[in-house]
């Protein structure tokens, strides 16, 4: 079977808010399904994403959509903090 990979980069104005995206995804990393290759990695203000799988692309496409809501959750944390401090 042909792998299926997929790789986003998400990049940030602010090299603190890439790094506390990227802390708040670290407890992420662990619990992925053994069917996914599952690999990510900061690089100052950008988180690199790349998800790889042999089999089931549903299970590829779900990991991701819960890595983009933890992400933009964890961006309005952020802008409401970075508000209240103004």
């Known amino acids: 079977m042909r792998k ?3 790789s986003l980069k998400f990049e940030t104005y602010d090299k ?10 670290s407890p992420d990393n662990v619990n992925i399904p053994r069917e996914l290759s599952f690999n990510f990695k900061l690089d100052n203000n950008c988180i690199l994403l790349q998800v790889t799988t042999k089999s089931d692309l549903e299970t ?3 990991t991701v959509r819960e890595v ?5 959750l964890c961006v309005q ?3 409401v903090s970075n508000n209240d401090k103004n």
């Open 60 to 62: 590829l496409i779900s």
């Open 68 to 72: 983009l809501d933890n992400i933009g």
């Open 16 to 25: 603190k808010m890439a790094l506390a995206i990227f802390k708040s995804l």
């Open 4 to 6: 299926t990979r997929l």
């Open 77 to 79: 944390v952020i802008m």
